[in-house]
């Protein structure tokens, strides 16, 4: 859960990707000093030497709702997953808006070792989630801070207490981005029909 309106988590999860997504290690095509940002329908990783890799195409666009992506960072289309992120308004015990923001990730079965892939991306999604969580708590400090277990948004030891959270991502504030447009969604993911 994070704290605002499930437009302005949307708003942080897409526009601010840049912002949050760790591309160190195995979360990221290149590795360091690259970044990442939606563009023409795709989520693109672009390295410091400007090489570009896909990382999943736009299915479905649905701001403070969903979002919904053919998931295939470096890899052929063919052997994509599903990624959906859902944003639902929830309020707080003190009265304040929040956003419960549900990752969901599914299509194992078009990987080459399923089984590897899932726990990878089990043991590393909590990492890139918590990444965003702070992003939306702390909007200037989530470009340099890191996240283990004990930092995490909504850990009570952690600090984060929704006193905190800046003005703007408070219930009753409207923070619209006029530049923020869906965009072109794709099909050429190889999914299913049933999974659309």
């Not at 998931?71 to 929830?90: D, H």
């Not at 702390?138 to 850990?155: D, F, M, V």
């Amino acid at each position: 859960m994070v704290p605002g309106h499930p437009d302005l988590s949307f708003e942080i999860f897409t526009a601010q990707i840049g912002r949050w997504w760790s591309l160190a290690g195995r979360h990221s095509v290149f590795g360091d000093g690259g970044t990442v940002e939606f563009a023409d329908g795709r989520l693109v990783e672009t390295s410091a030497a400007g090489e570009t890799s896909i990382c999943g195409e736009v299915l479905e666009w649905a701001p403070g709702a969903l979002l919904r992506l053919c998931w295939r960072p470096g890899g052929a289309p063919e052997r994509a997953t599903e990624v959906r992120v859902r944003f639902e308004s929830v309020d707080t015990a003190e009265g304040r808006a929040a956003t419960l923001v549900t990752p969901e990730h599914q299509g194992w079965e078009r990987t080459d070792d399923a089984d590897s892939f899932r726990a990878g991306y089990e043991k590393g999604s909590p990492i890139v989630i918590g990444r965003f969580g702070a992003q939306a708590v702390n909007p200037q400090e989530a470009q340099t801070s890191g996240w283990t277990k004990g930092n995490r948004p909504g850990n009570p030891r952690s600090g984060c207490d929704l006193a905190d959270v800046p003005t703007h991502c408070r219930a009753g504030s409207s923070h619209q981005r006029p530049d923020l447009r869906p965009p072109r969604l794709r099909r050429a993911c190889s999914l299913s029909r049933e999974a659309r």
